[in-house]
């Protein structure tokens, strides 16, 4: 079985831009969640899409958006990058809504 | 709201040492409790798990028992190994759509 996968694993912006994450769940799961992981802290939830629909969300800012797609990979977007944007970017995959897997991450580094 | 507090590190011990890690956590109802390792450069990987109260979650060699009494969640493994360090940690969940995840007990087991 292929885990999640996410891409890229490392990215490098600059304040101001705009990015754009991807997420690969485990084949047959239709959940995504993404969460950010600042050095040093646990991971935070930034929200969850099932079946391609919103099914929560964190305490972000309206600039952190997502889509889930029929085929259920996800994207995370953030528009207008902060300094404190840095982070491991996680996304987690599940069949329905429990028993996540954990990908990788996506190393942001914003300078 | 929902939180977990886990005992902060760094912990260092020597090979075949015992381990705890202390956690403890505030909810509202009856969350699902989790305790997932972080390997450098990776993501997270689920540990054990445990769903009511009074539960043992159990996996190579660690284990956690849900104390709704104390609120608590203590990682425990009795004698550990050089590959055992890692950063771990304690989360909840109460829903199942989301965790919340406290920040992380780094571990170092030395020969």
């Known amino acids: 079985e292929t885990g999640v996968t996410q891409s890229p694993t490392h990215l490098i912006k600059t304040r101001g831009q705009h990015v754009t994450l991807r997420c690969s769940p485990i084949?047959?799961?239709?959940?995504v969640s993404w969460y950010q992981q600042a050095l040093g802290q646990g991971p935070q939830f930034i929200f969850q899409?099932?079946?391609?629909?919103?099914?929560g969300r964190g305490n972000f800012p309206p600039r952190f958006s997502g889509l889930q797609f029929p085929n259920y990979s996800s994207e995370l977007n953030v528009n207008a990058l902060e300094l404190d944007d840095s982070a491991l970017y996680l996304c987690?995959?599940?069949?329905?809504?429990?028993?996540?897997?954990f990908g990788s991450g996506t190393r942001l580094t914003v300078v | 709201g929902d939180s977990v507090t886990q005992m902060e590190g760094p912990v260092t011990l020597s090979e075949e040492a015992f381990l705890t890690i202390n956690c403890t956590y505030t909810?509202?109802?009856?969350?699902?409790l989790f305790w997932y390792v972080q390997y450098p450069g990776e993501g997270l990987q689920l540990l054990l798990k445990?769903?009511?109260?009074?539960d043992k979650g159990s996996n190579k060699g660690f284990e956690a028992t849900y104390r709704k009494e104390t609120t608590s969640f203590h990682l425990e493994k009795g004698s550990v190994q050089v590959s055992d360090s890692a950063v771990y940690f304690c989360?909840?969940?109460?829903?199942?759509?989301?965790?919340?995840f406290g920040t992380g007990t780094s571990l170092t087991v030395i020969p």
């Open positions: 084949s047959g799961h239709k959940s």
């Open positions: 909810a509202t109802g009856y969350p699902s």
């Open positions: 987690a995959s599940s069949f329905e809504t429990y028993g996540y897997t």
């Open positions: 445990a769903t009511k109260a009074d």
């Open positions: 899409y099932y079946r391609e629909e919103e099914n």
């Open positions: 989360a909840l969940s109460p829903t199942g759509n989301q965790f919340y």
